[in-house]
């Protein structure tokens, strides 16, 4: 079975930095694209990134890109969100996502999703 458990969400100030983490299992981690997705009470859920062992890091989301980063780390089946220069636009609940299609992590249909985590930006 599947599971992916984010973690690392907070309460942070305008500018200040978080790292969300999201832990996978029940895969061979190199067999699945993880990505990372939002949403902010009354809009839509935004997909910002993803990541996998053949392509690497790719940020889709203009509205994070030269702010957030995506990692991974094969040796702790982990997954990375280093969010710098946070604003307080970027308080939603963050949740991480998995697919062996990419597409599908680009257009926000997934097969596997992990709980959020919630960040709060105060300004």
């Known amino acids: 079975e599947v599971q992916l458990q984010a973690s690392g969400g907070g309460l942070v100030q305008a500018g200040g930095s978080l790292r969300l983490s999201c832990v996978a299992s029940g895969f061979h981690f190199d067999d699945l694209a993880i990505g990372w997705f939002r949403q902010a009470p009354g809009k839509e859920r935004e997909g910002l990134s993803y990541?996998?062992?053949?392509?690497?890091?790719?940020t889709f989301a203009d509205s994070v890109k030269g702010r957030f980063t995506i990692s991974r780390d094969a040796a702790k089946n982990t997954v990375y969100l280093q969010m710098d220069s946070l604003k307080p636009e970027d308080t939603a609940v963050y949740s991480c996502a998995a697919d062996r299609i990419r597409a599908r992590l680009r257009t926000g249909v997934p097969t596997y999703w992990g709980q959020g985590t919630q960040v709060t930006v105060s300004s």
């Open positions: 990541i996998s062992a053949t392509t690497g890091p790719y």
